[in-house]
Protein backbone atom coordinates (compact mmCIF):
# COMPACT_ATOMS: atom_id res chain seq x y z
CA UNK A 1 0.00 0.00 0.00
CA UNK A 2 1.86 3.16 -1.33
CA UNK A 3 1.70 6.59 0.75
CA UNK A 4 2.71 8.62 3.19
CA UNK A 5 2.61 7.73 6.80
CA UNK A 6 2.52 10.02 9.66
CA UNK A 7 3.02 9.17 13.21
CA UNK A 8 1.57 9.43 15.74
CA UNK A 9 -1.97 10.61 14.87
CA UNK A 10 -2.18 12.64 17.99
CA UNK A 11 0.74 13.78 20.21
CA UNK A 12 0.30 15.95 23.78
CA UNK A 13 3.61 17.71 25.23
CA UNK A 14 4.31 19.71 27.87
CA UNK A 15 5.67 23.05 26.98
CA UNK A 16 9.57 23.05 27.09
CA UNK A 17 9.75 19.85 24.95
CA UNK A 18 10.78 18.88 22.10
CA UNK A 19 8.74 16.47 20.06
CA UNK A 20 9.66 14.97 16.59
CA UNK A 21 6.90 14.18 13.82
CA UNK A 22 7.60 10.96 11.77
CA UNK A 23 6.84 10.75 8.23
CA UNK A 24 7.72 8.02 5.55
CA UNK A 25 6.62 7.50 2.61
CA UNK A 26 7.43 4.35 0.32
CA UNK A 27 6.47 6.22 -3.61
CA UNK A 28 10.28 6.47 -4.09
CA UNK A 29 9.51 10.22 -4.26
CA UNK A 30 12.23 12.67 -4.10
CA UNK A 31 10.84 15.73 -2.68
CA UNK A 32 9.11 16.00 0.98
CA UNK A 33 7.25 18.71 2.74
CA UNK A 34 5.82 19.62 5.85
CA UNK A 35 3.25 22.10 6.46
CA UNK A 36 1.37 23.61 9.06
CA UNK A 37 -2.47 23.85 8.85
CA UNK A 38 -4.32 26.41 11.54
CA UNK A 39 -7.80 27.40 11.42
CA UNK A 40 -8.54 30.46 9.02
CA UNK A 41 -5.25 30.54 8.28
CA UNK A 42 -4.66 27.53 5.15
CA UNK A 43 -1.45 25.86 4.77
CA UNK A 44 1.98 27.00 5.51
CA UNK A 45 5.32 25.68 4.82
CA UNK A 46 7.76 24.88 7.63
CA UNK A 47 10.43 22.94 5.44
CA UNK A 48 10.70 21.12 1.94
CA UNK A 49 13.71 18.67 1.16
CA UNK A 50 14.09 18.14 -2.35
CA UNK A 51 16.88 15.31 -2.05
CA UNK A 52 18.72 13.45 0.74
CA UNK A 53 20.78 15.12 2.83
CA UNK A 54 19.83 19.23 1.63
CA UNK A 55 16.52 20.93 3.36
CA UNK A 56 15.37 24.71 2.95
CA UNK A 57 13.48 26.55 5.16
CA UNK A 58 10.03 27.38 4.00
CA UNK A 59 8.24 30.79 5.20
CA UNK A 60 8.21 29.80 9.10
CA UNK A 61 10.84 27.31 9.93
CA UNK A 62 11.40 29.63 12.86
CA UNK A 63 11.78 26.91 15.95
CA UNK A 64 11.78 23.54 13.64
CA UNK A 65 14.32 21.38 12.68
CA UNK A 66 14.63 18.82 10.17
CA UNK A 67 16.77 15.87 8.83
CA UNK A 68 16.70 13.67 5.66
CA UNK A 69 19.09 11.30 5.89
CA UNK A 70 17.10 8.84 3.97
CA UNK A 71 14.76 9.17 0.57
CA UNK A 72 11.87 7.59 2.81
CA UNK A 73 12.00 9.28 5.63
CA UNK A 74 11.88 13.20 6.59
CA UNK A 75 11.69 13.55 11.04
CA UNK A 76 10.14 17.24 12.02
CA UNK A 77 11.20 18.35 14.96
CA UNK A 78 9.64 20.75 16.92
CA UNK A 79 11.45 23.09 19.45
CA UNK A 80 10.67 24.39 22.53
CA UNK A 81 11.40 27.47 20.66
CA UNK A 82 8.87 26.96 18.47
CA UNK A 83 6.18 29.53 20.28
CA UNK A 84 2.60 28.54 19.84
CA UNK A 85 3.13 24.84 18.77
CA UNK A 86 -0.37 23.48 18.87
CA UNK A 87 -1.20 23.15 15.30
CA UNK A 88 -2.25 20.17 12.65
CA UNK A 89 1.22 19.07 11.01
CA UNK A 90 1.07 17.78 7.30
CA UNK A 91 3.47 15.91 5.61
CA UNK A 92 3.79 15.56 1.75
CA UNK A 93 5.71 14.28 -0.76
CA UNK A 94 6.28 15.09 -4.71
CA UNK A 95 7.77 12.74 -7.53
CA UNK A 96 11.02 15.03 -9.35
CA UNK A 97 11.38 17.74 -6.67
CA UNK A 98 8.53 19.74 -8.40
CA UNK A 99 5.99 21.01 -5.85
CA UNK A 100 3.37 21.23 -8.59
CA UNK A 101 1.65 17.39 -7.72
CA UNK A 102 1.98 17.14 -3.86
CA UNK A 103 1.02 13.27 -2.42
CA UNK A 104 -0.20 14.58 1.33
CA UNK A 105 0.00 12.41 4.09
CA UNK A 106 -2.90 12.19 6.91
CA UNK A 107 -1.40 14.49 9.27
CA UNK A 108 -0.26 14.87 12.91
CA UNK A 109 -1.76 16.63 15.52
CA UNK A 110 0.46 18.16 18.28
CA UNK A 111 -1.32 19.90 21.27
CA UNK A 112 0.86 21.33 23.52
CA UNK A 113 -0.20 21.45 27.32
CA UNK B 1 5.45 39.32 -2.34
CA UNK B 2 3.10 36.46 -3.24
CA UNK B 3 -0.15 35.59 -1.97
CA UNK B 4 -3.12 33.61 -2.95
CA UNK B 5 -6.44 35.00 -1.66
CA UNK B 6 -9.61 32.45 -1.05
CA UNK B 7 -12.55 35.30 0.10
CA UNK B 8 -15.36 32.85 0.89
CA UNK B 9 -14.60 30.73 3.92
CA UNK B 10 -17.97 29.04 3.38
CA UNK B 11 -19.98 28.43 0.25
CA UNK B 12 -23.55 26.78 0.95
CA UNK B 13 -25.27 25.35 -3.15
CA UNK B 14 -27.89 23.63 -3.88
CA UNK B 15 -27.94 20.75 -5.31
CA UNK B 16 -28.06 20.60 -9.15
CA UNK B 17 -26.89 24.36 -9.14
CA UNK B 18 -23.92 25.80 -10.32
CA UNK B 19 -20.86 26.24 -7.99
CA UNK B 20 -17.51 28.87 -8.33
CA UNK B 21 -15.29 28.77 -5.81
CA UNK B 22 -13.01 31.85 -6.18
CA UNK B 23 -9.12 32.21 -6.13
CA UNK B 24 -7.32 35.10 -6.50
CA UNK B 25 -3.39 35.20 -6.52
CA UNK B 26 -0.79 37.93 -6.60
CA UNK B 27 2.57 36.95 -8.04
CA UNK B 28 5.47 39.08 -10.21
CA UNK B 29 6.53 35.70 -12.10
CA UNK B 30 4.78 33.58 -14.45
CA UNK B 31 1.82 31.98 -12.26
CA UNK B 32 1.52 27.66 -11.93
CA UNK B 33 -1.81 27.51 -10.10
CA UNK B 34 -3.39 24.25 -9.01
CA UNK B 35 -7.07 23.16 -6.93
CA UNK B 36 -6.74 21.06 -3.90
CA UNK B 37 -9.74 19.30 -2.70
CA UNK B 38 -10.13 17.41 1.19
CA UNK B 39 -13.12 15.69 1.43
CA UNK B 40 -14.49 14.53 5.39
CA UNK B 41 -11.99 12.29 6.44
CA UNK B 42 -9.65 11.54 3.47
CA UNK B 43 -6.50 13.03 3.26
CA UNK B 44 -5.76 16.74 1.16
CA UNK B 45 -5.39 15.62 -2.61
CA UNK B 46 -4.80 17.36 -5.85
CA UNK B 47 -7.67 18.24 -7.97
CA UNK B 48 -6.92 19.99 -11.07
CA UNK B 49 -4.13 22.41 -12.02
CA UNK B 50 -4.19 24.90 -14.75
CA UNK B 51 -1.27 23.61 -17.06
CA UNK B 52 -3.77 20.69 -17.78
CA UNK B 53 -6.18 22.35 -18.83
CA UNK B 54 -8.75 19.24 -17.72
CA UNK B 55 -11.92 19.20 -16.21
CA UNK B 56 -11.93 16.66 -13.27
CA UNK B 57 -15.37 15.37 -11.57
CA UNK B 58 -17.02 18.17 -13.59
CA UNK B 59 -14.67 21.00 -12.06
CA UNK B 60 -12.93 23.16 -14.57
CA UNK B 61 -10.42 26.21 -13.11
CA UNK B 62 -9.33 29.20 -16.56
CA UNK B 63 -6.52 31.10 -15.39
CA UNK B 64 -7.61 34.46 -16.10
CA UNK B 65 -4.03 36.42 -15.74
CA UNK B 66 -5.47 39.75 -16.64
CA UNK B 67 -7.68 39.24 -13.59
CA UNK B 68 -5.01 37.30 -11.39
CA UNK B 69 -7.74 34.87 -11.15
CA UNK B 70 -7.73 31.17 -11.47
CA UNK B 71 -11.72 30.47 -9.65
CA UNK B 72 -13.18 26.88 -9.50
CA UNK B 73 -16.46 26.01 -11.08
CA UNK B 74 -18.92 23.45 -11.97
CA UNK B 75 -22.49 23.55 -13.74
CA UNK B 76 -24.21 21.31 -11.63
CA UNK B 77 -22.87 20.73 -8.09
CA UNK B 78 -23.56 17.24 -6.37
CA UNK B 79 -23.78 16.43 -2.78
CA UNK B 80 -19.94 14.32 -3.05
CA UNK B 81 -18.69 17.99 -3.75
CA UNK B 82 -18.81 19.12 -0.40
CA UNK B 83 -15.56 19.59 0.81
CA UNK B 84 -12.50 21.85 1.83
CA UNK B 85 -11.08 23.10 -1.51
CA UNK B 86 -7.34 25.02 -1.36
CA UNK B 87 -6.28 27.12 -3.86
CA UNK B 88 -3.02 26.95 -4.57
CA UNK B 89 0.74 29.12 -6.12
CA UNK B 90 3.40 27.74 -7.33
CA UNK B 91 6.33 30.19 -6.95
CA UNK B 92 9.47 29.70 -8.46
CA UNK B 93 11.55 28.95 -5.56
CA UNK B 94 9.42 25.33 -5.38
CA UNK B 95 7.21 27.00 -2.71
CA UNK B 96 3.84 25.85 -2.99
CA UNK B 97 1.50 28.78 -1.24
CA UNK B 98 -2.05 27.61 -0.51
CA UNK B 99 -4.87 30.21 0.33
CA UNK B 100 -6.99 30.05 3.61
CA UNK B 101 -9.48 27.47 1.75
CA UNK B 102 -13.39 27.44 1.28
CA UNK B 103 -15.62 24.77 2.77
CA UNK B 104 -18.33 24.18 0.58
CA UNK B 105 -21.33 22.29 1.32
CA UNK B 106 -23.60 20.93 -0.93
CA UNK B 107 -27.48 21.27 0.29
CA UNK B 108 -29.52 18.09 -1.15
Known amino acids: DGGITQSPKYLFRKEGQNVTLSCEQNLNHDAMYWYRQDPGQGLRLIYYSQIVNDFQKGDIAEGYSVSREKKESFPLTVTSAQKNPTAFYLC????????????FGAGSRLTVL | AQRVTQPEKLLSVFKGAPVELKCNYS??????LFWYVQYSRQRLQLLLR??SRESIKGFTADLNKGETSFHLKKPFAQEEDSAMYYC??????????FGTGTRLTVIP
Open chain 2, 50 to 51: HI
Open chain 2, 88 to 97: ALLTGANNLF
Open chain 2, 27 to 32: YSGSPE
Open chain 1, 92 to 103: ASSRDGGANVLT
